[in-house]
């Protein structure tokens, strides 16, 4: 059975870090394209960052360049997400997807297995 499941999220003040967790089980995740996506309350989900098949080719969103960076732990069948400088627009539930035929592309409407989501709050 096919699984992900995010870890790492919390409640940290502006400027600070943390590292989300996307531990897939159940496959073999290097075969497929992973992303993080975030909702925050009131808005559309949003691609935050993105990692292609055998980690290839990365993407970010804008708003996160420079501060966020995605890799894959290939040993550990898990994909890190690293968030450096948060700030309260970080705010989110964020969310690990999974798809075999996605290529370089951060739409979360292409990406078919997903995890349940934590919960990231920055604040002062």
């Known amino acids: 059975q096919l699984q992900l499941v995010e870890s790492g999220g919390g409640l940290v003040q502006p400027g600070e870090s943390l590292r989300l967790s996307c531990a897939a089980s159940?496959?073999?995740?290097?075969?497929?394209?992973i992303g993080w996506f975030r909702q925050a309350p009131g808005k559309e989900r949003e691609g935050v960052s993105c990692?292609?098949?055998?980690?290839?080719?990365?993407n970010y969103a804008d708003s996160v360049k420079g501060r966020f960076t995605i890799w894959r732990d290939v040993a550990k069948n898990t994909v890190y997400l690293q968030m450096n400088s948060l700030k309260p627009e970080d705010t989110a539930v964020y969310y690990c997807?999974?798809?075999?035929?996605?290529?370089?592309?951060?739409?979360?409407?292409?990406?078919?297995?997903w995890g349940q989501g934590t919960q990231v709050t920055v604040s002062s």
């Open positions: 159940g496959f073999n995740s290097d075969y497929y394209a």
């Open positions: 997807a999974a798809d075999p035929t996605v290529g370089n592309n951060c739409q979360d409407y292409e990406y078919e297995y």
């Open positions: 990692i292609s098949v055998h980690g290839k080719t990365t």
